[in-house]
């Protein structure tokens, strides 16, 4: 399987910061990689698919870049409704691995 | 609207059996991929398993490989996930999704499973 490694793990950022997570995975994926959006009690959201395409409807201060092994997911200014967890997932390979996941919180 | 709407969770023992439905509208459900994707209280999301539009294709996790079948049927429109000898580390919420080739664009609001005694 297919192992993805998001870091950080949890992380704190004030409003109109910019915030970056990566994730890195254990082989090449190219760029099979999209990063959902999860707040609390509610099921993901897509955010960007195929490692740097904004999904429709999406806020353009999400983006994301990278292949290969390494992925990079930024919000270019936080905004208080940013607060969720995001996680990375490959589809390279089955299984359909995820990242461990990332806790955004406002500091 | 896109909307996937699960039903069928609950509590069950250890050792019991489940069904879980995903009851799908708002486009055609036919042309679709669908998953399921679990997670556990407080943790991340765990892919189960994913079926073709025809039901040609069917994975499994190796978690579940053995006790969960995915099905669906195109003229109801629904997606199923039968449970069976469901353990403790099967408690979860679990999400049917739409796989739209290259990700999993729409989610349901999930439902939780409870394997306890």
């Known amino acids: 399987d297919i192992q993805m490694t998001q870091s950080p793990s949890s992380l704190s950022a004030s409003v109109g910061d910019r915030v970056t997570i990566t994730c890195q995975a254990s082989?090449?994926?190219?760029?099979?990689l999209n990063w959902y959006q999860q707040k609390p009690g509610k099921a993901p959201k897509l955010l960007i698919y195929?490692?740097?395409n904004l999904e429709t409807g999406v806020p353009s201060r999400f983006s994301g870049s990278g292949s290969g092994t390494d992925f990079t997911f930024t919000i270019s200014s936080l905004q208080p409704e940013d607060i969720a967890t995001y996680y990375c997932?490959?589809?390279?390979?089955?299984?359909?691995?995820f990242g461990q996941g990332t806790r955004l919180e406002i500091k | 609207e896109v909307q996937l709407v699960e039903s069928g969770g609950g509590l069950v023992k250890p050792g019991g059996s489940l069904r879980l439905s995903c009851a799908a509208s708002?486009?055609?459900?036919?042309?679709?991929?669908m998953n399921w994707v679990r997670q556990a209280p407080g943790k991340g999301l765990e892919w189960v398993s994913s079926?073709?539009?025809?039901?040609?294709?069917?994975y499994y996790a190796d978690s579940v490989k053995g006790r969960f079948t995915i099905s669906r049927d195109n003229a109801k429109n629904s997606l199923y996930l039968q449970m069976n000898s469901l353990r403790a580390e099967d408690t979860a919420v679990y999400y049917c999704?739409?796989?739209?080739?290259?990700?999993?664009?729409?989610w349901g609001q999930g439902t939780l499973v409870t394997v306890s005694s």
């Open positions: 195929d490692a740097s």
């Open positions: 708002g486009f055609t459900f036919s042309s679709y991929s």
């Open positions: 079926i073709s539009s025809s039901s040609s294709y069917i």
């Open positions: 082989q090449d994926i190219s760029n099979y």
């Open positions: 999704a739409r796989w739209a080739g290259t990700k999993t664009d729409y």
């Open positions: 997932q490959q589809y390279d390979n089955l299984p359909f691995t």
